[in-house]
């Protein structure tokens, strides 16, 4: 219970600190909107193609959108431990008391209740634009839990990575790097059977693809609740994995001080 509280404690801090950045704020809300509405209007008669499931582009497009801007987000959280690290926040927070695994499950923790955020908003304006979740209210909580958990996956990655490289330009080219390979090895954009056939074998082994999948299953008519729930434990298992490293890359940190 000390480590929840201490969780708790640390969450609010990081929210009281987004909201001191009105720009950002802006951006996080914005910027799923404009990503929805292009890509839909780009790519609106590409399901003249087979293997789409649904005629409307909108309504295939909603769920990859949804764990396309929680993959992105995760992936550039750690920046908000090097600038901790940079200002010296995270040497005074172990002169606490603090629970030290909050300081890293916090940052997960608040990495994934933004997502689900931006989520709420990707589905209303698909909502808006035609879209309906397939699933129902436990279909909403399917897709709810999907971009949480690839949040929460990924920001234990990048915290990690933030922790043992400690700089911005490291951070900044190893985003970039796994960014863009992993969401095109994805069905975010594009039915799997238009994909090569080595993209397809790499997308099983994807964490952005299984949220994808939990997600479109429940989106799209034909819910198979199995491989929603199987993808959403695959990923639950990844983001224990990935935090675990960002638990471990701390107490790599602390041994240098």
Same mark, same amino acid.
């Given at each position: 219970m000390t480590a929840v509280a201490h969780t708790w404690y640390m969450l609010g801090r990081q929210t009281r600190n987004l909201v001191r950045q009105p720009v950002w704020i802006f951006i996080l809300l914005v910027q799923p909107f404009f990503w929805l509405l292009l890509y839909s209007q780009l790519f609106r008669r590409i399901?003249?193609?087979?293997g789409f499931g649904t005629t409307s582009y909108?309504?295939?497009?909603v769920p990859g959108i949804v764990i396309m801007t929680a993959f992105f987000s995760?992936?550039?959280s750690g920046m908000a431990m090097i600038e901790d690290l940079r200002l010296g926040v995270v040497e005074r927070f172990l002169a606490t008391p603090a629970r030290r695994s909050a300081l890293i499950l916090s940052q997960v923790v608040r990495s994934g209740l933004q997502s689900v955020i931006q989520a709420v908003i990707i589905l209303g304006i698909g909502f808006l634009m035609g879209a309906r979740v397939a699933g129902?209210?436990?279909?909403?909580l399917v897709i709810f839990l999907a971009a949480f958990l690839v949040a929460a996956t990924f920001a234990g990655v990048s915290h990690g990575l933030a922790l043992l490289t400690r700089k911005d330009a490291t951070m900044i080219a190893v985003s970039n790097f796994i960014g863009l390979p992993l969401l095109f090895i994805s069905t975010a954009l594009i039915a799997e059977d238009l994909m090569p056939s080595w993209m397809q074998w790499a997308a099983r082994f994807n964490p952005v693809?299984?949220?994808?999948?939990s997600s479109r299953e429940v989106m799209l008519?034909?819910?198979d609740w199995t491989a929603a729930w199987t993808h959403l434990l695959y990923l639950l298992a990844a983001a224990? @994995? &990935?935090s675990a #490293? @960002? &638990?471990?890359? #701390?107490r790599a940190y602390r041994r240098t001080l």
């Amino acid at each position: 219970m000390t480590a929840v509280a201490h969780t708790w404690y640390m969450l609010g801090r990081q929210t009281r600190n987004l909201v001191r950045q009105p720009v950002w704020i802006f951006i996080l809300l914005v910027q799923p909107f404009f990503w929805l509405l292009l890509y839909s209007q780009l790519f609106r008669r590409i399901t003249d193609l087979p293997g789409f499931g649904t005629t409307s582009y909108v309504q295939f497009l909603v769920p990859g959108i949804v764990i396309m801007t929680a993959f992105f987000s995760a992936t550039w959280s750690g920046m908000a431990m090097i600038e901790d690290l940079r200002l010296g926040v995270v040497e005074r927070f172990l002169a606490t008391p603090a629970r030290r695994s909050a300081l890293i499950l916090s940052q997960v923790v608040r990495s994934g209740l933004q997502s689900v955020i931006q989520a709420v908003i990707i589905l209303g304006i698909g909502f808006l634009m035609g879209a309906r979740v397939a699933g129902g209210a436990a279909g909403w909580l399917v897709i709810f839990l999907a971009a949480f958990l690839v949040a929460a996956t990924f920001a234990g990655v990048s915290h990690g990575l933030a922790l043992l490289t400690r700089k911005d330009a490291t951070m900044i080219a190893v985003s970039n790097f796994i960014g863009l390979p992993l969401l095109f090895i994805s069905t975010a954009l594009i039915a799997e059977d238009l994909m090569p056939s080595w993209m397809q074998w790499a997308a099983r082994f994807n964490p952005v693809q299984w949220g994808i999948l939990s997600s479109r299953e429940v989106m799209l008519p034909g819910t198979d609740w199995t491989a929603a729930w199987t993808h959403l434990l695959y990923l639950l298992a990844a983001a224990v @994995a &990935t935090s675990a #490293f @960002a &638990t471990w890359a #701390f107490r790599a940190y602390r041994r240098t001080l």
